[in-house]
């Protein structure tokens, strides 16, 4: 009898271990909350990212390029930084973005003009002494990604805009040159104009 009691408490516990495992969520469960908490306008979503990071952390889970891409978002909405207010807590927010897109690096991901866009987009918002120079260098490392194909360039006329946008109203020194610069270089180096249409070079103002 002992034995038969033994052996049914050894299944029941195999059991509800069995259950534990498949209830737990997987890396894709809490990539999807993350790529929310980036769309979300809430002004404490950086820091409900931050838990959710070490909560994979703590499950021993992947963290992939998904997760990267959707916490650089995560720091760099605008938005969302409008709401907090405060020059710290921009500042904070692109250097934390920055330190994920290195992360993205490492693991030999590729990334996307578009994270570079928002990360420069940070670094204006910030209102930090340094940030022409820290939004330069992010333009400089994209446009070697592009020619390198470890960064992919707009794949349309919308994401041609958005960057001219992004680079015209950053504090980069002689803006206009340097988007003139790294359009021409692009499309030069990466097979050609962008679908439906050239790239826009003449939407950008005169800011020389």
């Not at 038969?4 to 737990?24: F, L, P, V, W």
């Not at 991901?109 to 120079?133: C, E, F, M, V």
């Not at 992919?152 to 109203?169: F, N």
């Not at 040159?177 to 950008?204: I, T």
């Given at each position: 009898?002992?034995d038969?009691?033994?052996?049914?408490?050894?299944?029941?516990?195999?059991?509800?271990?069995?259950?534990?495992?498949?209830?737990?969520?997987?890396?894709?469960?809490y990539?999807?909350?993350?790529?929310?908490?980036?769309?979300?306008?809430?002004?404490?979503?950086?820091?409900?990212?931050?838990?959710?990071?070490?909560?994979?952390?703590?499950?021993?889970?992947?963290?992939?390029?998904?997760?990267?891409?959707?916490?650089?978002?995560?720091?760099?909405?605008?938005?969302?930084?409008g709401?907090?207010?405060?020059?710290?807590?921009?500042?904070?927010?692109?250097?934390?973005?920055?330190?994920?897109l290195?992360?993205?690096?490492?693991?030999?991901?590729?990334?996307?003009t578009?994270?570079?866009?928002?990360?420069?987009?940070?670094?204006?918002?910030?209102?930090?002494?340094?940030?022409?120079?820290?939004?330069?260098?992010?333009?400089?490392?994209?446009?070697?990604?592009?020619?390198?194909?470890?960064?992919?360039?707009?794949?349309?006329?919308?994401?041609?805009?958005?960057?001219?946008?992004?680079?015209?109203?950053?504090?980069?020194?002689?803006?206009?040159?340097?988007?003139?610069?790294?359009?021409?270089a692009?499309?030069?180096?990466s097979?050609?104009?962008?679908?439906?249409?050239?790239?826009?070079?003449?939407?950008?103002?005169?800011?020389?």
């Amino acid at each position: 009898a002992t034995d038969t009691q033994n052996a049914d408490d050894q299944r029941d516990a195999d059991a509800k271990q069995a259950r534990s495992h498949s209830a737990r969520p997987d890396s894709k469960i809490y990539n999807i909350l993350l790529t929310a908490l980036s769309k979300s306008r809430h002004p404490d979503a950086p820091a409900l990212a931050e838990d959710v990071i070490c909560e994979m952390e703590n499950e021993a889970l992947t963290i992939n390029r998904h997760t990267v891409n959707a916490m650089i978002t995560v720091y760099t909405r605008s938005d969302q930084r409008g709401k907090r207010g405060s020059d710290e807590d921009a500042l904070n927010d692109a250097e934390k973005a920055e330190a994920w897109l290195r992360r993205l690096g490492q693991m030999q991901a590729t990334g996307t003009t578009l994270l570079y866009q928002n990360i420069i987009n940070a670094w204006t918002k910030s209102n930090h002494p340094d940030a022409a120079r820290r939004s330069e260098l992010m333009l400089n490392e994209m446009l070697e990604g592009v020619r390198s194909k470890t960064v992919q360039k707009p794949t349309d006329m919308g994401g041609y805009r958005k960057l001219l946008v992004a680079i015209s109203k950053s504090k980069i020194h002689k803006r206009n040159r340097q988007a003139k610069e790294l359009l021409h270089a692009m499309d030069n180096q990466s097979g050609g104009s962008p679908k439906r249409g050239k790239v826009p070079f003449d939407l950008l103002p005169d800011l020389s």
